[in-house]
C-alpha cells in the first residue's frame, strides 16, 4: 500500500472533525470530494504532518508519520488551496528553501519554475497575484522525490496555461510512479485527467464512491 491511514481521529477541542478507522490505497490519482467544511482541507494537512492527531499514518509500508518524520515529510507533498506566503519573501527565496529541505537538483526547480513561467522570481509576495503565488506553491509541490502529491482544488486562480501545464505533470509524474490525491469542485474527467477512484468525505470518514 502507498498510504494507510488506521484510527485517524482529529478533534478541534471537543469538537471531532474526522473519524477514519481504516483507509488505504495503491498506486493511482484519487479524487477525494466533499462539500465545504467537511473536512478536506483538515485531511490534506493532518496527512502531510501539519496538525497533531490520533492514530497512524504511514507511507509504503515503512515510513510512519510519528516514528520517521523526516522520512515521511521527504515522501509526501502538499499543495494548498489557497496558499500564504510572508509578504517580505520572493519566490526564489521560497523555492530555495523548500527544494534544500525535499533534496530537489537545481534541473528540477529550473524546469518547474520553466514549466509555470514564473518571470517573477524577485518580486516579493506582497507584490504578487493570487494567481501568481499558487503557481509558485505549484512549483513547491512537485520538487524532490515523493511517493505522494496532495494538490486542494489546484485548479483555482491560474490561468489555462498554467492549468494544462499542471496536468501534464500529474500525468508524468504518474507515470513515474506518484499517487495523487486531488480535491476540486471541477470534474477533472472534463480536463483529460483519468481518476483511478474518488472518494466522499462525510460523516467525519471517507467513503468509496458507489457505496453511498
Known amino acids: 500500500m502507498v498510504l494507510e491511514i488506521t484510527q ?14 481504516s483507509f488505504s490505497i495503491e498506486k493511482g490519482i ?15 494537512r493532518t496527512l502531510a504532518g501539519m496538525l497533531p492527531f490520533d492514530g497512524s ?10 516514528k520517521d518524520p523526516v522520512e515521511y515529510r521527504l515522501r509526501l507533498n502538499l499543495g494548498e488551496a489557497e496558499p500564504l506566503y510572508p509578504s ?11 527544494a534544500e529541505a525535499q533534496r530537489a537538483s537545481d534541473a528540477q526547480c529550473a524546469m518547474l519554475i520553466k514549466a509555470f513561467g514564473i518571470n517573477y522570481l524577485d518580486n516579493p509576495f506582497g507584490s504578487c497575484s493570487s494567481g501568481m503565488v499558487k503557481k509558485v506553491s505549484l512549483v513547491l509541490t512537485f520538487l524532490g522525490n515523493p511517493a505522494v502529491i496532495i494538490l486542494d482544488e489546484p485548479l483555482i ?16 509524474y504518474h507515470r ?12 477533472f474527467e472534463q ?22
Do not use: C, M
Open 191 to 212: 480536463e483529460g485527467l483519468h481518476v483511478s477512484q474518488s472518494f466522499q468525505l462525510k460523516d467525519q470518514t471517507l467513503i468509496a464512491n458507489g457505496a453511498l
Open 57 to 66: 499514518i504511514r507511507l509504503e509500508g515503512k515510513y510512519d508519520q510519528k
Open 8 to 21: 485517524l481521529r482529529q478533534r478541534y477541542g471537543e469538537r471531532e472533525i474526522l473519524s477514519i478507522p
Open 88 to 98: 517580505f519573501l520572493t519566490p526564489a527565496d521560497l523555492i530555495a528553501f523548500v
Open 30 to 44: 484519487y479524487w477525494i470530494q466533499g462539500e465545504n467544511g467537511a473536512g478536506k482541507s483538515t485531511l490534506f
Open 157 to 172: 486562480t491560474i490561468d489555462r496555461e498554467a492549468r494544462e501545464v499542471l496536468l501534464e505533470l500529474i500525468k508524468e
Open 176 to 187: 513515474n510512479g506518484v499517487t495523487f490525491l486531488l480535491s476540486s469542485h471541477q470534474q
